[in-house]
Protein backbone atom coordinates (compact mmCIF):
# COMPACT_ATOMS: atom_id res chain seq x y z
CA UNK A 1 0.00 0.00 0.00
CA UNK A 2 1.71 3.27 -0.95
CA UNK A 3 1.62 6.22 1.16
CA UNK A 4 1.26 9.48 0.35
CA UNK A 5 4.36 11.74 1.17
CA UNK A 6 4.12 14.53 3.21
CA UNK A 7 4.46 17.84 2.60
CA UNK A 8 7.83 18.16 4.05
CA UNK A 9 9.02 15.39 1.76
CA UNK A 10 7.81 17.88 -1.51
CA UNK A 11 10.09 20.48 0.14
CA UNK A 12 12.72 18.20 0.09
CA UNK A 13 12.18 17.53 -3.50
CA UNK A 14 10.90 21.20 -4.63
CA UNK A 15 14.61 22.21 -6.05
CA UNK A 16 14.83 19.44 -8.16
CA UNK A 17 11.28 19.62 -9.47
CA UNK A 18 12.50 22.31 -12.72
CA UNK A 19 15.23 19.14 -13.52
CA UNK A 20 13.40 16.23 -13.34
CA UNK A 21 10.85 17.60 -15.08
CA UNK A 22 13.17 18.24 -18.33
CA UNK A 23 14.93 14.97 -17.96
CA UNK A 24 17.93 17.06 -17.24
CA UNK A 25 18.93 15.37 -13.67
CA UNK A 26 21.86 12.32 -13.35
CA UNK A 27 20.28 8.64 -12.77
CA UNK A 28 20.92 8.35 -9.26
CA UNK A 29 18.78 11.90 -8.55
CA UNK A 30 16.17 10.91 -11.24
CA UNK A 31 15.74 7.26 -9.44
CA UNK A 32 15.08 9.19 -6.33
CA UNK A 33 12.85 11.67 -7.76
CA UNK A 34 10.70 9.68 -9.34
CA UNK A 35 10.09 7.12 -6.39
CA UNK A 36 8.40 10.75 -4.28
CA UNK A 37 6.44 11.79 -7.63
CA UNK A 38 5.12 8.10 -7.81
CA UNK A 39 3.67 8.12 -5.10
CA UNK A 40 2.67 12.14 -4.72
CA UNK A 41 -0.33 13.45 -6.80
CA UNK A 42 0.71 16.63 -5.92
CA UNK A 43 4.62 16.82 -7.48
CA UNK A 44 3.11 14.33 -10.15
CA UNK A 45 0.52 18.09 -10.65
CA UNK A 46 3.72 20.02 -10.62
CA UNK A 47 5.24 18.27 -13.30
CA UNK A 48 2.57 17.85 -15.69
CA UNK A 49 2.47 21.91 -15.27
CA UNK A 50 6.35 22.28 -15.25
CA UNK A 51 6.71 20.42 -18.85
CA UNK A 52 3.50 22.18 -20.03
CA UNK A 53 5.34 25.26 -19.01
CA UNK A 54 8.42 24.65 -20.66
CA UNK A 55 7.23 23.66 -24.06
CA UNK A 56 4.98 26.97 -24.01
CA UNK A 57 8.30 28.91 -23.04
CA UNK A 58 9.97 27.68 -25.81
CA UNK A 59 7.63 28.94 -28.38
CA UNK A 60 8.84 31.76 -31.03
CA UNK A 61 7.72 35.33 -30.19
CA UNK A 62 4.38 36.91 -32.24
CA UNK B 1 34.66 38.73 -29.75
CA UNK B 2 37.46 40.91 -30.13
CA UNK B 3 37.53 43.26 -26.76
CA UNK B 4 36.55 46.82 -27.28
CA UNK B 5 38.24 49.73 -26.78
CA UNK B 6 35.91 51.74 -23.49
CA UNK B 7 35.89 55.19 -25.26
CA UNK B 8 35.99 54.38 -29.31
CA UNK B 9 32.73 55.10 -30.47
CA UNK B 10 33.65 53.87 -33.77
CA UNK B 11 33.51 50.54 -32.33
CA UNK B 12 30.57 50.83 -29.75
CA UNK B 13 28.07 51.63 -32.57
CA UNK B 14 28.49 48.80 -34.76
CA UNK B 15 28.04 46.44 -31.63
CA UNK B 16 24.96 48.14 -30.35
CA UNK B 17 23.55 47.87 -33.73
CA UNK B 18 24.20 44.25 -33.80
CA UNK B 19 22.14 43.52 -30.51
CA UNK B 20 19.68 46.01 -31.28
CA UNK B 21 17.38 43.40 -32.50
CA UNK B 22 18.08 40.85 -29.66
CA UNK B 23 18.00 44.19 -26.79
CA UNK B 24 14.32 44.75 -28.10
CA UNK B 25 13.31 41.42 -28.37
CA UNK B 26 14.74 41.44 -24.81
CA UNK B 27 12.87 44.34 -23.66
CA UNK B 28 10.07 43.87 -25.23
CA UNK B 29 9.41 39.98 -23.45
CA UNK B 30 9.59 41.96 -20.43
CA UNK B 31 6.86 45.09 -21.22
CA UNK B 32 4.85 43.37 -23.70
CA UNK B 33 4.81 46.88 -25.35
CA UNK B 34 6.29 47.70 -28.95
CA UNK B 35 6.79 51.64 -28.33
CA UNK B 36 8.07 51.06 -24.99
CA UNK B 37 10.61 48.54 -26.07
CA UNK B 38 11.83 51.14 -28.27
CA UNK B 39 12.08 53.98 -25.97
CA UNK B 40 13.84 51.52 -24.12
CA UNK B 41 15.92 50.31 -26.66
CA UNK B 42 17.08 53.88 -27.43
CA UNK B 43 17.45 54.50 -24.02
CA UNK B 44 19.88 51.66 -23.69
CA UNK B 45 21.61 53.44 -26.25
CA UNK B 46 22.20 56.57 -24.88
CA UNK B 47 23.41 54.79 -21.72
CA UNK B 48 25.65 52.89 -23.67
CA UNK B 49 27.64 56.00 -24.86
CA UNK B 50 27.48 57.61 -21.73
CA UNK B 51 28.87 54.99 -19.50
CA UNK B 52 31.11 53.27 -22.09
CA UNK B 53 34.15 54.17 -20.14
CA UNK B 54 32.77 51.82 -17.75
CA UNK B 55 33.20 48.86 -20.15
CA UNK B 56 35.54 46.58 -19.04
CA UNK B 57 37.81 45.49 -22.23
CA UNK B 58 37.49 41.49 -22.04
CA UNK B 59 34.07 41.40 -20.26
CA UNK B 60 31.61 40.09 -23.07
CA UNK B 61 29.79 43.42 -24.57
CA UNK B 62 26.93 41.17 -25.00
CA UNK B 63 26.52 40.39 -20.84
CA UNK B 64 27.55 44.28 -20.80
CA UNK B 65 24.67 45.70 -23.23
CA UNK B 66 22.07 43.34 -20.93
CA UNK B 67 23.54 44.90 -17.85
CA UNK B 68 22.45 47.96 -18.98
CA UNK B 69 19.31 47.12 -21.09
CA UNK B 70 17.63 45.53 -17.33
CA UNK B 71 18.95 48.65 -15.52
CA UNK B 72 16.78 50.41 -17.90
CA UNK B 73 14.36 48.30 -17.78
CA UNK B 74 14.12 48.30 -13.62
CA UNK B 75 13.98 51.96 -14.10
CA UNK B 76 10.80 51.81 -16.31
CA UNK B 77 9.74 49.55 -14.00
CA UNK B 78 9.90 51.33 -10.90
CA UNK B 79 8.68 54.59 -12.72
CA UNK B 80 5.46 52.68 -13.55
CA UNK B 81 4.69 50.94 -10.27
CA UNK B 82 4.94 54.70 -8.51
CA UNK B 83 2.41 55.57 -11.31
CA UNK B 84 0.19 52.78 -10.76
CA UNK B 85 -2.11 52.22 -7.75
CA UNK B 86 -2.45 48.16 -8.83
CA UNK B 87 -1.01 45.88 -7.00
CA UNK B 88 -0.71 41.75 -7.90
CA UNK B 89 -3.04 41.19 -5.16
CA UNK B 90 -5.60 44.05 -7.03
CA UNK B 91 -4.76 42.79 -10.12
CA UNK B 92 -5.67 39.32 -8.89
CA UNK B 93 -9.02 40.47 -7.09
CA UNK B 94 -9.84 42.07 -10.82
CA UNK B 95 -9.49 38.81 -12.51
CA UNK B 96 -7.12 41.01 -14.51
CA UNK B 97 -4.89 37.92 -15.71
CA UNK B 98 -7.89 37.50 -18.24
CA UNK B 99 -9.34 34.32 -16.82
CA UNK B 100 -5.97 32.20 -17.54
CA UNK B 101 -6.79 29.23 -15.61
CA UNK B 102 -10.39 28.96 -18.13
CA UNK B 103 -9.26 29.16 -21.61
CA UNK B 104 -6.51 27.36 -22.18
CA UNK B 105 -7.82 26.20 -25.74
CA UNK B 106 -6.22 28.56 -28.42
CA UNK B 107 -2.56 28.98 -28.59
CA UNK B 108 -2.70 32.50 -29.29
CA UNK B 109 -4.43 32.56 -25.75
CA UNK B 110 -2.20 30.51 -24.21
CA UNK B 111 0.63 32.83 -25.58
CA UNK B 112 -1.47 35.71 -24.33
CA UNK B 113 -2.08 34.00 -21.11
CA UNK B 114 1.88 33.44 -20.09
CA UNK B 115 2.91 36.73 -21.29
CA UNK B 116 0.01 38.30 -18.31
CA UNK B 117 1.48 35.68 -15.92
CA UNK B 118 5.31 36.07 -16.62
CA UNK B 119 4.15 40.17 -16.16
CA UNK B 120 2.69 39.52 -12.51
CA UNK B 121 6.42 37.88 -11.51
CA UNK B 122 8.72 40.22 -9.56
CA UNK B 123 10.83 41.88 -12.09
CA UNK B 124 13.91 39.97 -11.55
CA UNK B 125 12.18 36.75 -11.93
CA UNK B 126 10.87 37.80 -15.07
CA UNK B 127 14.27 38.96 -16.13
CA UNK B 128 15.63 35.64 -15.35
CA UNK B 129 13.43 33.43 -17.10
CA UNK B 130 13.37 36.23 -20.15
CA UNK B 131 17.19 35.90 -20.52
CA UNK B 132 16.91 32.28 -19.99
CA UNK B 133 13.94 30.79 -21.79
CA UNK B 134 13.75 33.63 -24.33
CA UNK B 135 17.24 34.76 -25.36
CA UNK B 136 19.18 31.89 -24.94
CA UNK B 137 21.74 33.12 -21.75
CA UNK B 138 23.60 29.85 -20.13
CA UNK B 139 23.07 30.05 -16.66
CA UNK B 140 26.97 31.00 -16.37
CA UNK B 141 26.45 34.34 -18.57
CA UNK B 142 23.03 35.01 -16.24
CA UNK B 143 25.46 34.75 -13.51
CA UNK B 144 27.61 37.04 -14.80
CA UNK B 145 25.24 39.91 -15.09
CA UNK B 146 23.99 38.89 -11.35
CA UNK B 147 27.30 38.92 -9.63
CA UNK B 148 26.26 34.89 -8.48
CA UNK B 149 27.59 31.72 -9.11
CA UNK B 150 26.42 29.53 -12.25
CA UNK B 151 24.53 27.44 -9.43
CA UNK B 152 22.78 30.41 -7.57
CA UNK B 153 21.43 31.59 -10.78
CA UNK B 154 20.30 28.24 -11.88
CA UNK B 155 18.12 28.29 -8.28
CA UNK B 156 16.38 31.25 -9.13
CA UNK B 157 15.78 30.63 -12.72
CA UNK B 158 14.11 27.20 -11.29
CA UNK B 159 12.37 29.44 -8.72
CA UNK B 160 11.28 31.77 -11.16
CA UNK B 161 9.68 29.09 -12.85
CA UNK B 162 8.03 27.46 -10.02
CA UNK B 163 6.65 31.22 -9.15
CA UNK B 164 5.33 31.33 -12.98
CA UNK B 165 3.83 27.78 -12.64
CA UNK B 166 1.83 28.66 -9.39
CA UNK B 167 0.68 32.03 -11.45
CA UNK B 168 0.01 30.55 -14.03
CA UNK B 169 -2.02 27.39 -13.07
CA UNK B 170 -4.07 29.00 -10.09
ZN1 LIG C 1 5.43 15.68 -3.50
Given at each position: ?????S???C?D??DL?V?????????E??A???????N??R???????L???G?????P?? | ???V?????DQ?????E???????????R???????S???TQ???E????????????????A??Y???????????Q???K????????????????G???????????????H?A???L?P???E???????Q????????????C???A??V???RAL????T??FN
Open positions: MNITPSSDLVALDYAEHSLPPQTRMAAHVACPCQERVAQQELANLKQSP | MAAQADDLVVPLFRYQGPLFNFLYLTSDYETQDLTVFRLLKYRASYRPGQPFRWAQLARNVHTDHWRNQMRTTDVVEVERKGALGAAFRHTAAVDREQDLEMALPAQHILVLHRFGFSYEEIADMLGTAGAKKAHQALRIY
